[in-house]
């Protein structure tokens, strides 16, 4: 399979009967056995196979994990999973796992719609959350402060250099004023 990431290390997708990870961090090959045993709960649940998706470890920023639906494809961000590790194996891999098997259940539906909110509990009997709950401290970017009359709003170096440019402005979501750098 054509390498879209430049990883050495990334998987195939394939049925079930030949999925098959290896990975050299322990932690990585850990959750390559758990999306494995994902999808065995999975097809157990729904009485159906699925092909198993290709995973690697190169996502970024503050996102624990991505499931790229044409893809077949989960990404997972390497440094909140070594903070995290129990988190992941209990809530982000089923997560992500469920974006996939609605999307070959049911096409094309809301990223957290009733489809995939169904499986997270019908298969994994999971509160079907959206976001995660990770300290992302140690991935959050730089920031810059501005001001409304609430006080003080951080905000990333991509919305800050949208400011710059002249390319947008943004509103406090409490007060609705405009933000000026601070």
Not at 34 to 57: G, H, K, M, W
Not at 160 to 178: A, D, F, L, P, S
Request: charged fraction near 25%; hydrophobic fraction near 35%.
């Amino acid at each position: 399979m054509f390498n879209l990431f430049g990883s050495k290390k990334t998987t195939q997708v394939c049925s079930a009967e030949q999925a098959k990870y290896e990975f050299e961090d322990e932690r990585h090959q850990q959750v390559a056995q758990q999306v494995l045993d994902c999808y065995r709960q999975a097809e157990a649940s729904l009485d159906r196979t699925f092909s198993r998706p290709e995973i690697n470890f190169k996502l970024k920023g503050k996102s624990a994990g991505t499931a790229h639906l044409q893809l077949n494809l989960l990404r997972f961000n390497a440094t909140l999973l070594a903070e995290n590790h129990q988190a992941y194996i209990d809530q982000v891999i089923p997560h992500e796992i469920c974006h996939l098997l609605a999307y070959q259940l049911y096409g094309k539906v809301k990223p957290h719609g009733r489809e995939w909110q169904a499986l997270m509990i019908k298969i994994y009997q999971l509160e079907p959350a959206t976001t995660h709950t990770l300290n992302t401290q140690s991935v959050a970017g730089k920031t810059f402060d501005y001001l409304c009359s609430c006080g003080s709003v951080p905000l990333s170096i991509r919305r800050h250099n949208k400011i710059v440019r002249g390319e947008t402005k943004y509103r406090c979501r409490r007060c609705k004023q405009e933000l000026k750098r601070a």
